[in-house]
């Protein structure tokens, strides 16, 4: 059983940032697919970004791509999302995932396809 703990989230202006960091124990997450998925008030939750588990391929949404950078750090057992150039937009609550799957980004946008979950962490970005 992994446990995935969320932090760095928080409030911030237009244009500004925040890593996001999520930590995994109980087991490797190596083993693991990893994903950030984000849900807003009444909006059904999203994949924003993906990686696989030696951090050798990643995926995007197209609202984030260009602005936002998924890594990994096998070693710390941490994920990481870097935000950059925050828009309103991406108010959201923030949760990382793991995934016991091949890498297979058509399968891993689908929220069941990842097993383990954290309890998520708030960005608000606003003026």
């Known amino acids: 059983q992994v446990q995935l703990v969320e932090s760095g989230g928080g409030l911030v202006q237009p244009g500004g940032s925040l890593r996001l960091s999520c930590a995994a124990s109980?087991?490797?997450?190596?083993?693991?697919?990893m994903g950030w998925f984000r849900q807003a008030p009444g909006e059904e939750r999203e994949l924003a970004a993906a990686?696989?588990?030696?951090?050798?391929?990643?995926y995007y949404a197209d609202s984030v791509k260009g602005r936002f950078t998924i890594s990994r750090d096998n070693a710390k057992n941490t994920v990481y999302l870097q935000l950059n150039s925050l828009e309103p937009g991406d108010t959201a609550v923030y949760y990382c995932?793991?995934?016991?799957?091949?890498?297979?980004?058509?399968?891993?946008?689908?929220?069941?396809?990842?097993?383990?979950w954290g309890q998520g962490t708030q960005v608000t970005v606003s003026s």
């Open positions: 990686i696989s588990r030696r951090g050798i391929n990643t």
């Open positions: 109980g087991g490797s997450s190596s083993s693991y697919v």
């Open positions: 995932a793991a995934a016991n799957r091949v890498w297979s980004p058509g399968v891993l946008v689908s929220p069941p396809a990842y097993a383990y």
